[in-house]
């Protein structure tokens, strides 16, 4: 990709997300469209969208009602696809309710090489676990979005599927509409996919996903080291089962710039007058009446404000945020609740519980020879699968590569290249309690990493492959000799686990979908809370269990099917009444 392509594609985005928001007027965008060569059409059409959809939110935000038929509470991932389909219908009024800001026309956002600069920023809700007694009692940091978009907004922008064998495990757990076959549609409907690709990819999905149009020199060759160690190279997003290596496609559009939900979902939405966007907003509470939820408390410009949901409040604050307000409202483990002095309305003793995440063990550097190329796009191009589990499930150690110093304390950029092992499919159970009744207060969080023996050997074996895939033959040309233990882990490997070993950010499962209330928080047919009318959840907190990819493509697929499951209700209600 040419810098100027690259520098084009951004100042775009940046305009965009200014114009949509309402910080460059429409005669400015405008110009700014026609000076990068867009035909007057389209760059009058855009620039017409982005001032009706700023002028539109000026006033919704101006006059708040008391009532929406909607409420979803947290503009992030789910949020964003949410907003988007209930509000396709403009019979029904929704407010999205999201804790952080809503500028998204800052670098850091749009270039996803820099996805790691928001981590600890004002952007990242800064939470941390609690002391995890297999990792030398060290506090992990857990990054999550907060801004209009969520984590879709701040990610690395790696784009896959899963393995049917992922699927079939949310089938087992919520029926055969969460099943492989079921879904597929919907990974098709939500992509617009630019490479060759067979018919398993989607054409006309609101989100571009494609490959960098340029390689970099170490591509290929990080392919080639994996088919040194026995794995095939495939098409991670076209096979049913991930049993190989291959290159990962990215969320971004044909200049390289991220396009998240925010910008696939939410923005084009924003001009119509039954959606109402309220940013720098956090929800501090249910109302309930009995056993049907009324509302949401708010705290917005430090006032406490409630809003009334006619039909559904829908809770899209991700895997922390949504069972943090349920335990808030008194949804939760009645014993829990007890503790902290919260009156039980529903005791549904799965809040919190079945806290799981991919374990990435990083701090694995290796130095070249000479410097390498700069990086490109998000500068991670492949990955590659293998197991220390049963075939009957999918492979649960992934090799990510990046094709520079990602991280590194020691090695500029362009110094060395990374191989990492993560665990994809741990069998480790943490869970999520309130530390007390403040709702500012942070959670406590355990995510009880590398607890089972299993876990720790799918990270050990992973440690192992991750050298002889970085040490591997293809890459001799760029490394600087071979890597060996010593030279990055002189107190052993298992030291150097403990020490290393942290999130890859895919937290799920804390309110997870089932079929009854002892072992589930939802509802897997209609995503609703047992025992409580009006509440449904849709983000990656209803995951019962994690597939063996990175999160961001399945909970845009729960959000779509948590989309069509409440329209559904909507119309069947209609067609009765
Ligand atoms: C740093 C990072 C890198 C990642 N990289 C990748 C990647 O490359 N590929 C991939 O597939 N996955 C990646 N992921 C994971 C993926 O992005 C997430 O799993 C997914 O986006 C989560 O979606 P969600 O809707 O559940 O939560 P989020 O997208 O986090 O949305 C939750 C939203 O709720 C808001 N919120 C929370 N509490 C409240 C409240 N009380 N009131 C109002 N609003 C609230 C938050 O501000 C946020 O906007 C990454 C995640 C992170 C954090």
């Not at 899209?316 to 008194?330: D, N, R």
């Not at 991280?407 to 869970?431: C, F, I, L, Q």
């Not at 909970?555 to 559904?568: C, D, H, N, S, Y």
């Amino acid at each position: 990709m040419t810098m100027d392509k690259y520098r084009r594609g951004e100042l775009l985005n940046a305009l965009s997300a200014a114009a949509y928001a309402g910080r460059i007027d429409r005669r400015t965008f405008l110009d700014a469209l026609l000076k990068a060569g867009m035909t007057v059409a389209a760059a009058v059409a855009w620039a017409n969208e982005a001032a009706a959809a700023s002028a539109n939110q000026a006033r919704r935000r101006a006059a708040l009602h008391a009532h929406y038929d909607y409420i979803i509470v947290g503009g992030g991932t789910a949020g964003c696809v949410l907003a988007n389909r209930l509000s396709a219908d403009p019979s029904v009024s929704v407010l999205v309710i999201e804790a952080g800001p809503g500028n998204l026309d800052q670098p850091r956002i749009t270039d996803p090489f820099l996805w790691a600069t928001n981590i600890g920023s004002d952007l990242d809700w800064r939470r941390v676990t609690v002391p995890q007694d297999r990792l030398d009692n060290r506090s992990v940091s857990l990054p999550g979005g907060r801004v209009v978009g969520g984590s879709s907004s701040i990610n690395a922008t790696m784009w896959l599927r899963g393995d049917e064998r992922d699927y079939g495990v949310w089938a087992e757990a919520g029926g055969p509409s969460w099943g492989f076959a079921a879904l597929q549609r919907t990974f098709k409907q939500i992509e617009s996919y630019r490479g060759p690709g067979g018919p398993a990819r989607g054409r006309h999905g609101p989100i571009p996903v494609g490959r960098p149009p340029a390689q970099h020199v170490l591509s290929p060759l990080l392919i080639q080291a994996a088919e040194e160690i026995g794995l095939r190279h495939i098409e991670l997003n076209e096979r049913r089962r991930l049993d190989g290596t291959g290159y990962v496609d990215e969320n971004v559009n044909a200049e390289g710039r991220r396009v998240g939900a925010a910008q696939a979902y939410l923005q084009p939405a924003l001009a119509r007058p039954n959606l109402t966007l309220l940013t720098q907003a956090e929800a501090v509470g249910l109302l309930l009446a009995r056993k049907r939820c009324r509302g949401v408390t708010t705290v917005h410009d430090s006032h406490r404000r409630e809003f009334g949901a006619a039909r559904d409040v829908v809770l899209c604050a991700g895997a922390f945020g949504t069972p943090k307000l349920l335990l808030l409202s008194g949804i939760g483990p009645a014993d829990e609740l007890r503790r902290v002095g919260i009156h039980c309305r529903q005791n549904l003793s799965a809040v919190g519980q079945n806290l799981h995440d991919h374990v990435l063990l990083g701090g694995l550097h290796f130095p070249t020879s000479r410097e390498l190329p700069p990086p490109i796009a998000n500068g991670i191009p492949t990955v590659a699968y293998l197991r220390t589990n049963p075939p009957r499930e999918p492979p649960n150690v992934q090799l990510v590569t990046a094709h520079f110093a990602f991280a590194s304390t020691v090695y500029d950029v362009r110094e060395a290249y990374v191989v990492w092992p993560a665990v994809m499919k741990p069998t480790s159970r943490g869970r999520v309690r309130l530390a007390g009744l403040d709702p500012r207060a942070p959670l406590w969080i355990d995510p009880n990493y590398l607890e089972t023996i299993a876990d720790r050997t799918a990270l050990r074996e992973g440690l192992a492959w991750a050298l002889e895939v970085g040490n591997a033959r293809a890459l001799s040309g760029w490394r600087r000799g071979v890597l060996r233990p010593r030279d990055f882990a002189p107190d052993g490997l298992e030291a150097f686990i403990r020490q290393r070993a942290s999130t890859y950010f895919h937290y799920v499962g804390t309110c997870a979908f089932g079929r009854d209330p002892e072992h589930s928080v939802v509802d897997a047919r209609d995503l609703q809370v047992w025992g409580v009318d009006g509440l449904r959840i849709a983000d990656a907190s209803v995951i019962p269990e994690i597939p063996s990819v990175n999160t961001h493509v399945p909970v845009l697929i729960v959000a779509e099917q948590a989309a069509k499951l409440i329209v559904g209700t909507r119309q069947h209600a209609a067609a009765a009444g």
